[in-house]
């Protein structure tokens, strides 16, 4: 009898939703859904997109000095995570033509902004009609994220804009498992290995 291949992950999960298995012990990623932005062999860099701080884009723009007449002024910036909490990042569909000063393209359809002009143009009602705003990031060194991976920590889904603009954050750890047919309210909260 032939044995089929294990099925390897991607060597970039750029583009993916990490989410916590219901496991995970730590309190930073317990329930929570990481969107991967940047995945080489040095290392991984993501955004959790599902813990709203109690900031709102009002806030930030109040911060920066940015006088707002933009109408999504109560939506509420997200802990992207613990590193560098005082960064801002903005998660958002690719702008037609080279608007900002440090703007990344994620995938085909998500880019990737962290500079202060995106925030001006969003406060003036010219930035992206759909974004995330997030304080601080998740990163993980070399072979870190692939080892916690295979612990299984994590379960990795393809990424999907509808979850990131649309989706209540709160349903956002539930709905990316079920993008892969997984509830995650049937699964154990420790792991077992075959």
């Known amino acids: 009898m032939d044995k089929k291949p294990l099925t390897h992950m991607p060597l970039s999960l750029e583009g993916q939703f990490l989410v916590a298995m219901p496991g995970m012990d730590d309190p930073t990623f317990a329930q929570t859904v990481t969107y991967i932005c940047e995945h080489t062999s040095e290392g991984a860099m993501g955004l959790i997109i599902n813990t709203p701080l109690s900031l709102t884009l009002a806030d930030i723009y109040h911060q920066l000095d940015l006088a707002s007449t933009d109408d999504s002024r109560e939506v ?10 005082e960064r801002g990042f903005v998660l958002h569909p690719p702008p037609p033509e080279d608007n ?3 703007t990344v393209a994620v995938s085909e359809t998500i880019s990737l ?8 143009a969003m406060a ?3 930035g992206p009609e759909q974004f995330l705003v997030a304080l601080g990031y998740a990163g ?7 080892d916690e991976i295979a612990n299984n920590a994590w379960l990795t889904v393809p990424g999907d804009e509808q979850i990131l603009f649309h989706t209540p954050c709160e349903q956002r750890w539930q709905a990316a498992a079920r993008i892969i047919g997984v509830d995650l309210n049937l699964m154990s909260h420790t792991a077992g290995h075959a």
């Open 113 to 120: 902004t962290a500079s202060r002009d995106i925030l001006q």
């Open 140 to 146: 993980w060194d070399s072979q870190q994220l692939e």
């Open 76 to 85: 509420p910036v997200l802990a992207g995570g613990p590193v560098s909490m």
């Open 124 to 126: 003036e009602g010219q």
């Open 100 to 102: 900002w000063l440090s």
